[in-house]
């Protein structure tokens, strides 16, 4: 008898450009975060008008979604967007679903948009988040985005803390990760 080592999971970060991609986020974020924080179906309708947004009008030079495998399953997504200012660009709906978490999946993602805001000649990136999802901030801090400010909110059927995050695109040389 034979014990082989466990393999561990292939993960696989491509475009978000098959169908079912964008669909899936918005379903998945509304299915996790419910299950996981008894958030309600608004939050699931912000999700869904990030990706309407998105997949009805974007620029592929200045924006990217992706979407992270394990064994050929959906198990995450992030996309990149122009922010609210030319040189700036928003990380939006990073999601790793909890069968996937541990096995570097979000910082992939996150690595992957980071990568290509720089690529794309934004000098920043921004992020909102809410303080409830530390693991995903550990992500962020990791990559090297820093808090600039918070504020408690009603939102989603709960009180909550919103939080901005900034990536100053010049000061990092070298994406973070693997």
């Given at each position: ?68 495998e ?17 040189a ?44 409830v999802?530390?693991s ?42 693997n």
């Amino acid at each position: 008898m034979s014990s082989q080592p466990p393999q561990r999971p292939e993960v696989v970060v491509r475009p978000a450009d098959r169908p079912g991609d964008l669909g899936w986020a918005v379903m998945a974020h509304g299915e996790i975060y419910h299950q996981q924080f008894g958030w309600d179906a608004s939050f699931e309708a912000l999700v869904a008008q990030i990706v309407a947004d998105y997949a009805t009008d974007h620029d592929p030079a200045r924006e990217g979604a992706w979407i992270a495998e394990v064994d050929g399953e959906r198990v995450g997504c992030i996309l990149c967007v122009a922010g609210d200012e030319p040189a700036v660009a928003a990380l939006r709906i990073l999601l790793v679903a909890p069968t996937a978490r541990g096995l570097g999946v979000g910082s992939r993602l996150v690595e992957r948009c980071v990568t290509f805001a720089r690529d794309a000649g934004y000098r920043q990136v921004t992020l909102w988040t809410n303080d409830v999802l530390a693991s995903a901030r550990r992500i962020y801090e990791a990559a090297g985005f820093v808090l600039a400010d918070e504020e408690p909110h009603h939102s989603f059927g709960h009180d909550l803390v919103g939080q901005n995050w900034t990536l100053d695109l010049s000061v990092i040389t070298t994406a973070a990760g693997n």
